[in-house]
């Protein structure tokens, strides 16, 4: 993490968590890996509630990877493993999830019963698709609407050309993902992907069209907190997509704030608000 993202250059523990969430009706969440430490996995599953869940991270490519999950969840708290995720965008191969070792390592998280967040932008798009068709036993989520460019989306200005070439690329994207019935989609990390003047952007659209292509049930929303207080805080991010999604009806609006997420990574609690 260099200066560009200063600000959130520090740990944030549950104590964080709480107080942004204090002022919501969030009453759990899931949280996700932010770096390739096996450690930071331990770590977030000892941390108590709101959490609820852990997208963790384990070497996809190790030989051993299946007991490596095994070990992972004998940890204290390891019963709240409920995915891996790898930081593919990151990755110098663009074709690095659909290299034979990573296949084989997602499989065997598949085997564990674990869902796999899909972490990609554009370049690493083909590969995704190639790791979800040669897996299709496994559940995967794609995070953060396949980060789309929206700060180069100019919609609706004199410069609107390139606007309508980025999202009709991002569209297009989705609906090749969207054709894969196990996968979902978090809508999430659009404001930072739409930049310091996101409030200018179309974001609303891109929340909205998510949930068109992929239908409420296989929708999700995430609040990437604390990476969106780069560009705002917990509470407008919640509200900002909150009013993109007000023309769904209660029970969409309820499946993509609550319902799919426990459905995918917290099958066989009891259901809660």
């Given at each position: 993490?260099?200066?560009?993202?200063?600000?959130?250059?520090?740990?944030?523990?549950?104590d964080d968590l709480r107080?942004?969430?204090?002022?919501?009706?969030?009453?759990?969440?899931?949280?996700?890996?932010?770096?390739?430490?096996?450690?930071?996995?331990?770590?977030?599953?000892?941390?108590?509630?709101?959490?609820?869940?852990?997208?963790?991270?384990?070497?996809?490519?190790?030989?051993?990877?299946?007991?490596?999950l095994a070990v992972v969840?004998?940890?204290?708290?390891?019963?709240?493993?409920?995915?891996?995720?790898?930081?593919?965008?990151?990755?110098?191969?663009?074709?690095?999830?659909?290299?034979?070792?990573?296949?084989?390592?997602?499989?065997?998280?598949?085997?564990?019963?674990?869902?796999?967040?899909?972490?990609?932008?554009?370049?690493?798009?083909?590969?995704?698709?190639?790791?979800?068709?040669?897996?299709?036993?496994?559940?995967?989520?794609?995070?953060?609407?396949?980060?789309?460019?929206?700060?180069?989306?100019?919609?609706?200005?004199?410069?609107?050309?390139?606007?309508?070439?980025?999202?009709?690329?991002?569209?297009?994207?989705?609906?090749?993902?969207?054709?894969?019935?196990?996968?979902?989609?978090?809508?999430?990390?659009?404001?930072?992907?739409?930049?310091?003047?996101?409030?200018?952007?179309?974001?609303?659209?891109?929340?909205?069209?998510?949930?068109?292509?992929?239908?409420p049930d296989r929708s999700?929303?995430?609040?990437?907190?604390?990476?969106?207080?780069?560009?705002?805080?917990?509470?407008?991010?919640?509200?900002?997509?909150?009013?993109?999604?007000?023309?769904?009806?209660?029970?969409?609006?309820?499946?993509?704030?609550?319902?799919?997420?426990?459905?995918?990574?917290?099958?066989?609690?009891?259901?809660?608000?």
């Amino acid at each position: 993490m260099d200066d560009s993202v200063a600000p959130i250059r520090r740990r944030f523990d549950v104590d964080d968590l709480r107080a942004v969430t204090r002022d919501t009706d969030v009453t759990r969440t899931v949280v996700v890996q932010a770096v390739h430490d096996p450690g930071e996995t331990a770590w977030l599953l000892a941390q108590p509630g709101p959490v609820a869940g852990v997208v963790g991270w384990v070497d996809l490519t190790a030989p051993d990877v299946a007991d490596r999950l095994a070990v992972v969840r004998a940890l204290p708290g390891g019963e709240r493993l409920v995915g891996i995720r790898h930081q593919a965008h990151d990755e110098p191969d663009p074709s690095w999830l659909a290299r034979p070792d990573v296949v084989r390592g997602v499989r065997a998280v598949a085997a564990a019963g674990l869902v796999f967040d899909l972490l990609v932008r554009e370049r690493e798009h083909p590969a995704a698709l190639a790791l979800v068709d040669a897996v299709p036993e496994a559940v995967f989520v794609l995070d953060h609407a396949g980060k789309p460019a929206i700060a180069r989306d100019r919609s609706g200005t004199q410069d609107s050309g390139e606007g309508r070439e980025v999202a009709d690329a991002w569209r297009a994207r989705m609906r090749d993902v969207a054709a894969r019935p196990n996968v979902v989609c978090k809508v999430s990390g659009l404001l930072t992907e739409a930049g310091d003047d996101w409030r200018d952007r179309p974001v609303a659209r891109y929340a909205r069209e998510v949930v068109e292509l992929f239908g409420p049930d296989r929708s999700l929303f995430g609040s990437d907190w604390p990476v969106s207080t780069l560009a705002t805080d917990y509470a407008e991010v919640l509200a900002t997509t909150t009013t993109a999604l007000a023309d769904l009806g209660p029970e969409e609006r309820d499946a993509v704030f609550r319902g799919t997420a426990e459905r995918i990574y917290l099958a066989g609690e009891h259901p809660q608000t």
